[in-house]
């Protein structure tokens, strides 16, 4: 049987619950997803259903003319940026 062409190659920088929603959505539309994430068994998850684990965020800019990131972002704010007085 012959392999079905991909519809073209996206990158995906965390695998939470939107990046993890965005990769398995684009791997059933018949794109090859190349992924990173912080925890191994999600990578191994995302593997076994037909997408491409990759080690470092590095690498999925290397494979994928197209990277999506998606990741918690932890906002970070000192005292002093705010101006606050003790």
């Known amino acids: 049987m012959a392999k079905a062409k991909s519809k073209g ?3 995906v920088i965390g695998l939470g ?6 990769a398995r ?3 059933s539309k018949g794109f090859t997803v190349y992924a990173f994430d912080v925890r191994p068994q999600v990578l191994e ?3 076994s259903a037909g997408g491409k684990a990759c080690s470092t965020p590095s690498q999925v800019g290397a494979k994928a003319p197209v990277v999506i990131k998606s990741q918690r972002l932890k906002l970070v704010v000192s005292r002093n ?3 606050l007085e003790d």
């Open 9 to 11: 190659t996206v990158g």
């Open 17 to 22: 619950s939107m990046g993890l929603g965005v």
């Open 25 to 27: 959505t684009l791997l």
């Open 45 to 47: 998850d995302f593997a």
């Open 81 to 83: 940026a705010l101006a």
